[in-house]
């Protein structure tokens, strides 16, 4: 199922696929230069659903509309509050992610979305060959639990473990096309507590 949502940059869509008798939702977001049908994402998404957690992939207006160049933060962080709060899954536990800039997004966003936990897929810690232009802020201003799955030679580097967030080391690059069966494990452990009653 999509919906097309208003944003205050545009349009926006989202991919829904919802499970039977869901225990939360996961909202996943794309990265900078692609599209929700990246490998991880979609293993992501085969990961959720075997934990009950029904999944939207989300599509920022600037992708809807055909342009290349990634929007500023502040209005990719805007359209994405709007998209969560159009969803229909209100009553369920929201976990919210995505993959490289949409795992920022997801950080920078996760208290004004109500998010109970966040997935992060290749975070970019930094851009290549510049650790001293550190995004561990965003990361560090999350309250909730976070999961991040990273490739051990990622150029955007490896962001450090911490309370309250884990961080699952995983063979290849940036990609994280090199071990789909860790991402799914990795993911489904993350997702597991939330069908376990284990998370508020």
């Given at each position: 199922?999509?919906?097309?949502?208003?944003?205050?940059?545009?349009?926006?869509?989202a991919h829904?696929?919802?499970?039977?008798?869901?225990?939360?939702?996961?909202?996943?977001?794309?990265?900078?230069?692609?599209?929700?049908?990246?490998?991880?994402?979609?293993?992501?998404?085969?990961?959720?659903?075997?934990?009950?957690?029904?999944?939207?992939?989300?599509?920022?207006?600037?992708?809807?509309?055909?342009?290349?160049s990634v929007?500023?933060?502040?209005?990719?962080?805007?359209?994405?509050?709007?998209i969560v709060?159009?969803?229909?899954?209100?009553?369920?536990?929201?976990?919210?992610?995505?993959?490289?800039?949409?795992?920022?997004?997801?950080?920078?966003?996760?208290?004004?979305?109500?998010?109970?936990?966040?997935?992060?897929?290749?975070?970019?810690?930094?851009?290549?060959?510049?650790?001293?232009?550190?995004?561990?802020?965003?990361?560090?201003?999350?309250?909730?639990?976070?999961?991040?799955?990273?490739?051990?030679?990622?150029?955007?580097?490896?962001?450090?473990?911490?309370?309250?967030?884990?961080?699952?080391?995983?063979?290849?690059?940036?990609?994280?096309?090199?071990?789909?069966?860790?991402?799914?494990?990795?993911?489904?452990?993350?997702?597991?507590?939330?069908?376990?009653?284990?998370?508020?």
């Amino acid at each position: 199922m999509i919906l097309d949502l208003e944003t205050p940059h545009g349009p926006a869509r989202a991919h829904l696929e919802p499970v039977d008798a869901p225990v939360a939702v996961l909202v996943l977001g794309h990265g900078a230069g692609g599209g929700v049908t990246a490998p991880d994402l979609k293993a992501a998404t085969e990961a959720a659903h075997a934990a009950n957690v029904s999944v939207a992939l989300v599509e920022q207006p600037y992708r809807v509309a055909g342009r290349k160049s990634v929007a500023p933060a502040p209005q990719l962080d805007a359209a994405w509050t709007a998209i969560v709060a159009q969803l229909p899954f209100e009553g369920l536990p929201l976990i919210t992610g995505g993959r490289s800039s949409g795992a920022r997004v997801a950080c920078r966003t996760a208290e004004a979305t109500g998010a109970a936990g966040v997935l992060c897929l290749a975070f970019p810690l930094h851009p290549p060959g510049r650790p001293e232009k550190t995004r561990l802020a965003e990361l560090e201003a999350v309250r909730v639990p976070v999961l991040i799955v990273q490739g051990e030679s990622d150029p955007f580097g490896m962001p450090p473990e911490a309370d309250g967030r884990a961080v699952v080391k995983l063979r290849g690059n940036h990609r994280l096309a090199s071990d789909v069966p860790g991402l799914r494990a990795a993911v489904g452990q993350f997702l597991g507590r939330w069908n376990d009653g284990d998370v508020d």
